[in-house]
């Protein structure tokens, strides 16, 4: 749908990165960038994927997207409700006042227990020596 837009259109997406690899999800910032620089196409997009949000901000970095052009919102749920917090994107593609969560502390976490697993068990890990892997 996207592709048959008019130029200046607004155009409501929900979850583009379902069921696509990280890689896919980083082209599919791309596009979106390159519809409202050429076509000047408004995009409304709802997603979970810190991913997307991260290749957008990219295309901010790579100049080819402004940062005006980009609006996030990180909607937070607590015992006091559900609140909405609107986050800027500089010239540089850096989101303020802070960074909103990746999955990339706990995929770090899993691949620490992959590449250093005594040395992990040892700072209190659930990793296993090597030996007690085997017997498994």
Avoid: M, Y
Avoid at 55 to 68: I, T, Y
Wanted: hydrophobic share 45%; charged share 30%; with cysteine.
């Amino acid at each position: 749908e996207l592709a048959l837009a008019p130029t200046g259109a607004v155009v409501l997406v929900e979850e583009a990165e379902n069921s696509l690899h990280p890689d896919a999800v980083v082209r599919v910032a791309e596009v979106f960038a390159e519809a409202v620089t050429r076509r000047s196409v408004q995009l409304v997009v709802a997603t979970h994927s810190p991913t997307l949000a991260l290749g957008l901000c990219r295309e901010v970095l790579k100049s080819k997207l402004d940062a005006e052009d980009i609006a996030l919102w990180q909607v937070h749920r607590d015992d006091k409700g559900t609140r909405a917090e609107r986050l800027t994107v500089d010239d540089r593609g850096i989101v303020h006042p802070r960074w909103f969560s990746t999955f990339a502390r706990a995929e770090a976490e899993l691949l620490r227990d992959f590449a250093e697993p005594e040395e992990h068990a040892a700072q209190g890990g659930r990793a296993r020596s090597g030996a007690a892997r085997r017997r498994r």
